[in-house]
């Protein structure tokens, strides 16, 4: 796949790149090297002063970065700026806490003296996606450059603008020893690069695939890795919830970020006495979408990040209608140039058919009956993914019931699943493993150290 910014909405080439040579990347790994030495043994109060300078960058310059994500795969304007707010929000969190998640844990054992140390491995390989060109980065690159870490970027092919721009906000900030820098590269070339010694670990949010190559590789040659990978969020909805409310949310949940966000909700389980009146307010909610140019501030809707998706969604919807599912609403594409795919909802939903469990990676919603909550959750786990899931209940002991038996990384109830940088992020089964944000995220490279002194 060419490096280059392609407008999704239009279809048009605004930038290219040349991928590095083997020389320039072999330079940018010495540089990471070098960068670490400097890095590890900078105090907290320094790591600091230059993460929280980055947050200041991303919020002064939001509205420039934010039009860089739209141009680049097509998430409405106004969404791409909060995206930057966000990043700017995780780097103040992590420069004001990193120093107390990773102080020394004094365990009382029989010796005189026994802690626990945190320290940092070393170079971090990020492999990232597209589909939150910034926020996904800088939620590892928080952690791990307050943790004393460094990192190399390898960023997916259509967003290399994006890329460059978090090399040079880090740069700016003062990280400019070489902590943080992108690396213009194919795909082919992670595995060779993770293999070298001097990267310490990996982390990646993509596909199933590209997880499965990553961890296998860093298996090879025992380097630790976190995986974070698709989704198929159950967004379950009882008797009891506030019926308004559950469908303004859920088509919000639905189709943020056009849809294409591992976390958005994707299968619609509804008890079966309110179905029939979440149908009809979710349909119409879906069809008074704008759908339109991502850059007009007023759009709800832009268009997929490449022509691929559209193609692939269409034919999981197709698919799904061939095997029995009722298409209430959308179900083509939309306009002669763009990567427009129309608000789309389908009801029940055979097993064989892919809506069923599959992720759906756009503005598809499938809607599902069910009988009572043991039904629910039955389907919201019948799936290989494990990431989030939304319940919608004002009862509290049927809400327990949800959090303790659905099987996701995490559990929000009555509210749309998020990313928080004040709690764990991650999934189970093949939702991948591991976990980013919060204490626990902080933890993940690092070498947790016992030390013991018997006597002094």
């Not at 909405?9 to 790994?29: Q, V, W």
């Not at 786990?381 to 099987?407: Q, Y």
């Given at each position: 796949m060419a490096i280059a910014t392609i407008n999704p909405a239009t279809g048009e080439t605004l930038k290219t790149f040349d991928a590095f040579s083997a020389d320039e990347i072999e330079r940018r790994l010495r540089r990471a090297v070098d960068a670490f030495v400097v890095?590890?043994?900078?105090?907290?109060?320094?790591?600091?002063?230059?993460?929280?300078?980055?947050?200041?960058?991303?919020?002064?310059r939001k509205s420039e970065y934010g039009r860089v994500m739209t141009l680049e795969m097509g998430k409405p304007v106004k969404a791409a700026v909060a995206e930057v707010e966000?990043?700017?929000?995780?780097?103040?969190?992590?420069?004001?806490?990193?120093?107390r998640f990773l102080a020394d844990e004094h365990v009382q054992t029989d010796a005189q003296e026994s802690f626990i140390r945190y320290q940092p491995l070393g170079p971090v390989l990020a492999v990232?996606?597209?589909?939150?060109?910034?926020?996904?980065?800088?939620?590892?690159?928080a952690p791990a450059l307050m943790?004393?870490?460094?990192?190399?970027?390898?960023?997916?092919?259509?967003?290399?603008?994006?890329?460059l721009a978090i090399e040079e906000v880090m740069r700016d900030a003062g990280y400019d020893q070489g902590e943080m820098q992108t690396l213009l590269i194919g795909a082919e070339l992670v595995s060779k690069i993770l293999q070298d010694e001097r990267v310490k670990a990996a982390t990646l949010t993509g596909s199933e695939p590209a997880g499965a190559s990553v961890a296998s590789t860093a298996a090879k040659v025992i380097k630790k890795s976190v995986?974070?990978?698709g989704g198929s969020d159950p967004f379950v909805v009882m008797p009891s919830a506030d019926l308004e409310e559950a469908v303004t949310i859920a088509v919000k949940a639905r189709v943020?970020?056009?849809?294409?966000?591992?976390?958005?909700?994707?299968?619609?389980?509804?008890?079966?006495?309110?179905?029939?009146?979440?149908?009809?307010?979710?349909?119409?909610a879906m069809e008074s979408?704008?759908?339109?140019?991502p850059l007009d501030e007023s759009t709800d809707l832009g268009p997929l990040a490449m022509p691929q998706i559209v193609e692939d969604l269409d034919e999981q919807v197709r698919a799904s209608v061939a095997a029995g599912a009722r298409l209430l609403t959308g179900g083509h594409r939309l306009g002669e140039r763009g990567n427009f795919y129309a608000p789309t909802v389908l009801a029940d939903i055979p097993e064989s058919a892919p809506a069923y469990a599959q992720e759906t990676f756009g503005p598809v919603a499938s809607l599902f009956r069910v009988k009572d909550a043991d039904d629910a959750?039955?389907?919201a786990n019948a799936t290989l993914f494990g990431l989030g899931a939304s319940v919608w209940t004002r009862d509290r002991k049927e809400a327990d019931r949800f959090i303790d038996r659905i099987e996701s990384g995490q559990v929000f109830v009555n509210a749309m699943v998020a990313s928080d940088p004040r709690v764990p992020f991650g999934g189970v089964k093949h939702s991948g493993f591991g976990r980013e944000l919060g204490v626990h995220g902080i933890r993940e490279f690092v070498n947790i150290k016992t030390i013991w002194i018997a006597k002094m």
């Amino acid at each position: 796949m060419a490096i280059a910014t392609i407008n999704p909405a239009t279809g048009e080439t605004l930038k290219t790149f040349d991928a590095f040579s083997a020389d320039e990347i072999e330079r940018r790994l010495r540089r990471a090297v070098d960068a670490f030495v400097v890095n590890r043994r900078r105090s907290f109060a320094d790591r600091a002063q230059r993460m929280k300078r980055a947050g200041e960058l991303l919020e002064a310059r939001k509205s420039e970065y934010g039009r860089v994500m739209t141009l680049e795969m097509g998430k409405p304007v106004k969404a791409a700026v909060a995206e930057v707010e966000k990043c700017a929000r995780v780097c103040a969190y992590y420069a004001e806490n990193a120093e107390r998640f990773l102080a020394d844990e004094h365990v009382q054992t029989d010796a005189q003296e026994s802690f626990i140390r945190y320290q940092p491995l070393g170079p971090v390989l990020a492999v990232m996606p597209w589909n939150f060109p910034f926020w996904q980065v800088f939620r590892f690159v928080a952690p791990a450059l307050m943790a004393g870490n460094v990192g190399l970027l390898k960023h997916a092919s259509n967003v290399p603008q994006s890329a460059l721009a978090i090399e040079e906000v880090m740069r700016d900030a003062g990280y400019d020893q070489g902590e943080m820098q992108t690396l213009l590269i194919g795909a082919e070339l992670v595995s060779k690069i993770l293999q070298d010694e001097r990267v310490k670990a990996a982390t990646l949010t993509g596909s199933e695939p590209a997880g499965a190559s990553v961890a296998s590789t860093a298996a090879k040659v025992i380097k630790k890795s976190v995986l974070e990978l698709g989704g198929s969020d159950p967004f379950v909805v009882m008797p009891s919830a506030d019926l308004e409310e559950a469908v303004t949310i859920a088509v919000k949940a639905r189709v943020v970020n056009n849809g294409q966000s591992c976390i958005a909700a994707k299968r619609f389980i509804v008890h079966e006495s309110i179905a029939g009146e979440f149908e009809t307010r979710f349909v119409r909610a879906m069809e008074s979408l704008k759908v339109g140019d991502p850059l007009d501030e007023s759009t709800d809707l832009g268009p997929l990040a490449m022509p691929q998706i559209v193609e692939d969604l269409d034919e999981q919807v197709r698919a799904s209608v061939a095997a029995g599912a009722r298409l209430l609403t959308g179900g083509h594409r939309l306009g002669e140039r763009g990567n427009f795919y129309a608000p789309t909802v389908l009801a029940d939903i055979p097993e064989s058919a892919p809506a069923y469990a599959q992720e759906t990676f756009g503005p598809v919603a499938s809607l599902f009956r069910v009988k009572d909550a043991d039904d629910a959750i039955r389907l919201a786990n019948a799936t290989l993914f494990g990431l989030g899931a939304s319940v919608w209940t004002r009862d509290r002991k049927e809400a327990d019931r949800f959090i303790d038996r659905i099987e996701s990384g995490q559990v929000f109830v009555n509210a749309m699943v998020a990313s928080d940088p004040r709690v764990p992020f991650g999934g189970v089964k093949h939702s991948g493993f591991g976990r980013e944000l919060g204490v626990h995220g902080i933890r993940e490279f690092v070498n947790i150290k016992t030390i013991w002194i018997a006597k002094m």
